[in-house]
């Protein structure tokens, strides 16, 4: 079965950077688009950023700048470079994976990783 798995979250200060990564298996990776998204608390879930199968990204608008997606095919995992951390991005990160063709938003995803930015 597909799994998705993210590392990388925990407690930072306000400027400060984490790299959060999701290991991908049971899929064939690089057919798939990949994204991260993020639910803040009382706040609805939200894309941070995606990536396609041939590697273009898009981003949420406010946080072009500051945050990195990129994927390694060879290692079925895809990552989420956070610079310049604020409070307002603490919440709960997705990894999620979204099959060739789909319409869905995401047919599958990880367990979430939470990221803290104190002030």
């Known amino acids: 079965q597909v799994q998705l798995v993210e590392s990388g979250g925990g407690l930072v200060q306000a400027g400060g950077s984490l790299r959060l990564s999701c290991a991908a298996s049971?899929?064939?990776?690089?057919?798939?688009?990949m994204g991260w998204y993020r639910q803040a608390p009382g706040k609805e879930r939200e894309l941070v950023a995606r990536i396609g199968s041939g590697g273009t990204t898009i981003y949420a608008e406010s946080l072009k700048g500051r945050f990195t997606i990129s994927r390694d095919n060879a290692k079925n995992t895809v990552y989420l470079q956070m610079n310049s951390l604020k409070p307002e991005d603490t919440a709960v990160y997705y990894c999620a994976a979204r099959r060739p063709l789909s319409t869905n938003t995401a047919d599958y995803w990880g367990q979430g990783t939470q990221v803290t930015v104190s002030s």
């Open positions: 049971g899929l064939t990776f690089r057919n798939y688009a």
